[in-house]
């Protein structure tokens, strides 16, 4: 699951005034406290038959595509022409660099069984979790081959009720993918995000399927640079084949060492931008790591000033070149229009909040019709 109930729900119950208690804190609540109406409304949803709850499902989705409100029906018209225009790929394979072709003297590389204990504690350590999307994600934006990728997930009608009760319109995940494939302005990147979107292995052999290289030179953690990824880096990015194995710690193997942490840096910084961009503009509350949190409102403005046109912040992302280019050109709006500034945080955010406020009343509705849901 993408998100726990607990969030969706307390973010629903914000809306209505409710105390957002989880559904599965309902039975164990005070007596003198009573019961949450949203949390006892879910309660009743998950307790119905599969073929009820299709239903309710597929009724939710109708009053949401007829929503008549204009902010609605502009994300509504984006989102269709996402779906007019995505070309899904499926899911790529995990795959490492092969020792035998960079690195023969290196240990051979194979992946850790799904159960394995090592591999879990290795994406608690890189922390792979800690980006998750605002939204049910059955598909992502993939920044090495520019494609948007089916990530096979097959999604429960539970999950889909509560992405509607958090305010995501349906094929939300599909939108925000489409708007990262709009906004990817810089081709040259691809090539790195090949390379750090190979598995990550440690000097042992060990792969792990879950965790990038991105992953893991991203979550802080001491990571291990062997032989076989740096040579293909030399290879691949700096078209340097003049690397073998083992690789003499002296001051060309430092530098390589660098090449590849500024490489990886130029990438986040363009990939986080890209990606931030895109969750902020289908959810102006979208969790983001707090190094990100200052891209928030720089982004609220650019889409106020851009009258939320996905080719027009295209074009004024491409501009801007980098993510710090983009904080700079940002900051000096700021500084030299701060009355628009402004106006735009107020403006673009009650918009945003506006279609999900409705999407999620709309599928309040559907539990009131059926007496789930009870207000006063």
Same mark, same amino acid.
């Given at each position: ?8 729900? *307390? ?22 406290? /009573? ?7 879910? =309660? ?15 009724? *939710? ?18 989102? +269709? ?23 023969p003297v290196a240990a051979p590389r194979q992946f850790e069984p799904d159960d394995s204990s ?10 792979? $979790? ?31 009720? $509560? ?19 709009? $906004? ?10 090949? %390379? %750090? ?25 001491? @990571?291990?640079? /062997? ?11 700096? +078209? ?8 003499? /710690? ?13 490489? %990886? ?16 503009? @289908? +959810?102006?509350? *979208? ?18 000033? +851009? ?18 280019? %983009? ?14 500034? =402004? ?34």
């Amino acid at each position: 699951m993408n998100r726990t109930v607990s969030l969706i729900l *307390a973010s629903c119950c914000a809306w209505l005034a409710l105390a957002p208690a989880s559904p599965v804190d309902a039975g164990t609540q005070d007596e003198s406290t /009573p019961p949450d109406p949203l949390a006892v409304a879910w =309660d009743r949803f998950v307790a119905a038959d599969d073929t009820t709850k299709a239903e309710l499902l597929a009724r *939710a989705k109708a009053k949401v595509e007829a929503l008549t409100d204009p902010e609605v029906k502009k994300l509504l018209a984006l989102r +269709n022409r996402a779906r007019r225009e995505a070309q899904l790929a499926p899911p790529r394979e995990p795959v490492f660099y092969l020792h035998t072709e960079y690195a023969p003297v290196a240990a051979p590389r194979q992946f850790e069984p799904d159960d394995s204990s090592y591999a879990s504690e290795q994406e608690g350590l890189m922390q792979v $979790w800690t980006d998750p999307a605002p939204y049910l994600e059955r598909v992502r934006y993939d920044f090495a081959t520019n494609e948007i990728v089916d990530l096979g997930v097959q999604e429960t009608v539970d999950e889909e009720f $509560w992405d509607l009760l958090a305010g995501n319109v349906p094929d939300t995940d599909l939108l925000a993918a489409w708007l990262m494939k709009q $906004w990817d302005f810089d081709p040259k990147l691809d090539e790195l995000a090949d %390379f %750090f979107g190979h598995a990550y292995c440690d000097r042992l052999g060990a792969a792990f399927k879950h965790i990038t290289i991105y992953d893991a030179f991203r979550s802080g953690a001491t @990571v291990e640079m /062997p032989d076989t990824d740096v040579i293909a880096f030399a290879r691949h990015i700096q +078209n340097d084949r003049s690397f073998v194995a083992p690789i003499p /710690p002296d001051r060309r193997q430092q530098k390589l060492y660098e090449a590849i942490k500024q490489a %990886f840096v130029k990438l986040r910084d363009h990939r986080t931008l890209v990606e931030s961009a895109a969750r902020v503009f @289908v +959810n102006d509350e *979208a969790a983001l790591r707090p190094e990100l949190e200052g891209l928030r409102l720089r982004l609220v403005y650019l889409f106020e000033e +851009n009258g939320s046109d996905p080719a027009r912040i295209a074009k004024a992302l491409a501009t801007t070149k980098t993510r710090d280019g %983009f904080i700079e050109a940002m900051d000096k709006v700021f500084e030299t229009k701060r009355e628009r500034w =402004d106006a735009h945080l107020i403006e673009w955010p009650k918009r945003r909040q506006t279609t999900r406020w409705a999407v999620a009343l709309a599928t309040q509705e559907v539990l009131k019709e059926v007496g789930y849901l009870e207000t006063k």
